[in-house]
């Protein structure tokens, strides 16, 4: 791990695993219950201060992404983002070749919202019509993701965006990547308020999110294969 992470305890291979020599690291980072802050690295010293703003700035973009989609401004406070904030550390060491390894895999984040700091060295792609475009990082700029939730919960409006991370033969990359959970039990369905029975009916069932981490656990993270069993089919 490269310096000023420093250790970090109870870490655990991605889920989702590169094809290269990825160092991946994911936790719980917040709320700072006992048992999420004996999973914190060591440094730095202000790493609650970075989970708190991030906690903070993903309520504020929910709050707005609501606003935008005329629900209340709260909806998707309490239950549908209240769970534990999910952190991934991905170290990407250069590779001598890097049409030959993958740095992550394409997959769609399984929640809500994920906020990506990708620090000055490119390597994250998302799926656009067909083709993937490469995502430039922006100094001090987070890249905002929409993962499946959201696009349930929207009822198909905001689609989660598909997406991997490339390697290059010169530069070693890291991104830390902070998840919004729902909490455990959450009953996750498209919001009333988005559905219509005769024009816009809706496209999902009602699931709790364990259930959805365990089908999206069994398809791989592959994107219509996760969608496909909380369809709602109409044909
Ligand atoms: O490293 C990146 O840019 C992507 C990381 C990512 O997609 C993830 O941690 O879910
Ligand atoms: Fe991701």
């Keep these: 791990m490269a310096s000023g992470i420093g250790r970090l305890e109870r870490t655990h ?3 989702r695993p590169a094809t290269g020599a990825t ?6 980072c917040y709320p700072p219950s006992d048992h999420n802050v004996r999973c914190w690295p060591s440094k ?8 708190e703003a991030v906690h903070g700035l993903a309520q504020t973009l929910l709050g707005l992404v609501a606003e935008g989609l005329g629900l209340d401004a709260g909806f998707f406070a309490g239950d549908l983002s209240g769970g534990d904030t999910h952190m991934s550390i991905n170290y990407y060491p250069p590779c001598p070749d890097p049409s030959v390894t993958m740095g992550l ?6 929640h809500l919202l994920t906020l990506l700091s990708q620090a000055d060295v490119a390597g994250l792609q998302a799926r656009h019509g067909g083709r993937w475009l490469l995502v ?3 100094q001090g700029a ?13 009822n198909g409006v905001l689609a989660s965006v598909e997406h991997r991370a490339v390697t290059n033969s010169v530069a070693a990359r890291m991104s830390v990547a902070s998840h919004v959970h729902p909490m455990d039990g959450c009953l996750i369905r498209p919001a ?6 005769a024009e816009n009916p809706a496209k999902y ?12 656990d069994a398809a791989d993270a592959s994107r219509e294969d996760v969608l496909d069993s909380f369809k709602i089919r109409r044909d």
């Design 205 to 216: 069932r009602e699931f709790l999110f364990s259930e959805f981490m365990e089908a999206y």
């Design 142 to 154: 987070f890249v905002v993701n929409f993962g499946h939730q959201m696009e349930i919960v929207t």
């Design 44 to 51: 730095p010293a202000s790493f609650l201060d970075y989970c």
């Design 192 to 197: 009333p308020e988005l559905v219509d029975e």
């Design 105 to 110: 895999l394409a997959h769609c984040d399984r």
């Design 13 to 15: 291979a991605r889920r």
């Design 23 to 28: 160092t991946s690291s994911s936790f719980r």
């Design 136 to 138: 430039r990082p922006v």
